[in-house]
Every structure is written in C-alpha cells, then in structure tokens.
C-alpha cells in the first residue's frame, strides 16, 4: 500500500516546528543598547541604569493622586529635581522600567510629561502626573522614579511606581515615606468618598467625592434619647479619643441602625457625617459593598474616620469579592475586626432586615457593639415630623395632629411627602395651602397605598372614590 502523500497544512506544519525550535535555540542576540532616557538616568545616577536595582511599588488607581502629591513633596527638597515624560509612542506602554532604559528595539528618550485630571475633591480636580520620571536626590542619594498610571487596557490595573537607587535600601526608605506623605496628605483625607463598581463591575471603580450634607439635630425625629445614645457613641468616643486611649480603652466601635425603610437610618448618617467635619468617611452600598477590605485598608490610614455600609441586607448572602465560601456580610464583618482595636474608626452598618443580619452577627461578636432599632414613628412622632416639614407653612397645629393620628403605621418619609402632596394640591389648584389641603392629600395617599396593596395580593384596584383600606 502507498503512503499518503504530506498534504500541504503537514509540510506548513513541519516548517513552523522548525522555526520554533530555531527561535527557542537561538535566542536573539543582539544587545540591549541604551535609550536616550537610559542616558539621562545615568548622568543623574552616575552608574550604567541597566546596572541599577528597580524596586517596584504598587499602588491603588484612586491614589493616583495622592502618590503625585507625595513624590513632589519629596522631589521639593532638591533644588534640582527635575520632572520629564518619556517620548516613544505607544511602545512605552508595553516596557517595564528596564527595557525603556536600555532596549533591543526601540529607542525610548525624554519627552513631554503626560497628565490626567484627577478628581481631588467635591469641587475640586488637579492634574496629575500619568506617565513621568522625576529625578531628584533623596537622603542625599540620586534617586529616579517611574510613575505610571494604571492602564487596563496595557494589563496594568495599579499604579506602578518603580524607584531606582544604586543603594536598594535607599528606595526602599522612599517608598515607605512616599506611604506616610501619602496618608497624610491624601485628597481623601477629611472628605466624604464613596466607590463606585466600574463599567465592567471587577475591579476598583473611581471615588467619588461627595458633599457633606448639612443635616442638624433638629431635622430628625426620632424616639427620645435615640439619637444622644447614637452620637455619643459615633462622635463622643471620637471626641474623647485620648483620654479613651491613655485609660486604655479602644477606640473602634461599631454601631448597626435597623428598622423599617423611610425611617430615618440614612438620615442619621447623614447627621453624623455633617456633626464630624474633618473626618474622613467613607460610604459603601449596593455593588460597591464588595470593596469593603479596600474601603477598611483606606480607612485605617486616614484616621479619624467613619466607615459606612448602607443596607447591608442586600447583600447578607451574597458571595464575596473572591466567590470564597464567606458571604460578603461575613467579610464585611472580619473587616471590622481587622483593623486594629485602638484605630479611632467608626464603624456604621444600616439595614432593614435585622432578622438577616442577627445570626451572622451573633456568629461574629463584638463587631457591633451598639446596636439601635430605628422604628416606625408613633402619633408623637408623627405630629412631630408633619410640624418640622410643616414649618414653612401656615397649616394648623390641629390639622397636623389629625393627620398625625389618622397616618397609622407610617412611615417618617411619608409624613415629609404628604406635606409636599398638600402643598402641591393647592399650588396646582391655584390657592393658598390650607388645612384641607392636607386633609384631601392624606386621603389620596391612603387610597394609593390601598390600591398597591390590593395589587400586590392580585385583587383588581378600585378606583371608586371613597374604598378605604380592607378591614379584616
Ligand atoms: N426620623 C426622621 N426624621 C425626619 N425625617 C425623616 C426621618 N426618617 C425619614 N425622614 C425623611 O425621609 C427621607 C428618607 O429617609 P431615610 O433615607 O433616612 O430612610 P431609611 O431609614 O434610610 O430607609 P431605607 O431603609 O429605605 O434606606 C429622609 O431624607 C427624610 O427626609
Ligand atoms: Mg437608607
């Protein structure tokens, strides 16, 4: 029988195997030759740079910043430091540190600075170096640092910041100031961040920089005592923290607002962080809940700070970041635990599922270490909230207290929007707002609230003016 002729694809095949083992056997030859920019590291280092250790620190894509303002702070000491961006097209974004010193292919020289606006604040923004070599000395020492942006879609999801100094103890020294100037003048610092999943939902979203809201005591009703308890809690210890601290008492604490939606747990958040200016806080909710170790590594290093997740039901069982056997809630709650006990963090978890949260706390104790219900306003406090959003206007102390009566199990929420029903009622109708205004709301709501209900156990709404609630 004849063998079968090689077909073609075999005879391609047999050649590219070839090649292969060529390349693998013969590996390029041709020397690294030494760029522009290698040139200019080594007049300022004053040895070859392909001779020079690169120490390489990575740092989180919203610290950009941060990192920026640190290493100008250190480059500032040197009269003669100088800052240049590296020219070399997109191929520079592909090198390390090494290979744009000295490389086999490209030829890598000084060039213009690259920036980025960075966010820095509620209102304020900076540019920001995204891609530039400062040489200075430090300690005395020449030293030259690398920054780079974190670039995705170049597979560098950090910072890179690459240190290079003839003495390697000498960067490392660097880099540990360069996280202490970090820390301390960190654009995070004292401001009110929260972290948003990105596009893709992995990875680091960007901060982002909120307000401080302006809410005072006066604008929350809550059961007598609730609120006192709450502040001295959040904002007692934190006033006290030295004292605390000399008697050996620890600063962390954790504190969990549960109760029913609409009844005031954001609210109370927002108190604390307009009583606590200065201090850094940091939100997480929904989605971003998952950036919870990231969120507590931010916190410790900007102490005093507040650390808060809202409606932390939402995510009881859901798997962690890593999709380890540990529900998030359970990360959340080791994270309280990791950072140190004497750290003057606050901790605020808010929901309204208690009962969801109640095992998993009791599996994790002394996390939370205060723990207080946020109810559904009785009459009292429903006569009490219709006056505070009722103190722009002329409706009477009587009708507020009827309505108050008649808006059983409501809701805080709902006391704020009949108002603003009532005072739309009667712009809408052309005359002043009046106490019949209010009235005519409160009944609209009722019958509202009514229809959804019947929607929800699948009856047909009636619409007939007049159909009350069911009575059972
Ligand atoms: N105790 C309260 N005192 C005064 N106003 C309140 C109170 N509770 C709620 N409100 C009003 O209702 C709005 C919504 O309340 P808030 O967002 O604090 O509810 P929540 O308890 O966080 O609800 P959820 O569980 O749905 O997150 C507040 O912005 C405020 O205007
Ligand atoms: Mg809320």
Redesign the pocket.
Known sequence: MESPRPDADSVFLSDLHRLVRRLIEQPDDREAVETPLGALVRDHLGVDARTVPVTIEKVSPHRLADADIALELLAADDPDARLTGVSGGAERHHEDTQNLLASRYATFAPGPVEYVTTVTGPQSTRQTVAFGLRLFRFEGAPVAVLVRNASPMHGRETVGVDVLATDSAVATRLIERLHTEMNEHSVIRGNVVSFAADEYGRGLGALTFLERPAVGGD????PDGTLDRIRGHVIGIGDHAERLRAYGQHLKRGVL?Y????????????HLLTATPGRTAILLQGGSLRFVAEAARLARAMTPAMLVF??VDLVAMERGMFGGPQPLLFEILDALDGVGADADIAFLL???RADILEPALAQRPGRVDLAVE?PL?DAD?RRA?LE??ARDTALSAQALAAAAERAERT???F??ELVRRAALRATLAGHELGDDDLVDALDEMQHAAADITRALVGAAPDSAAGSQPHSH
């Open positions: 604008d929350i009703v809550l607002l109760g029913p939606p609409g009844t005031g747990k954001t609210l109370t958040v927002e809202e409606d808010t929901t309204n946020i306003p406090a909230l505070l959003y809701t805080a929420s006391a704020k």
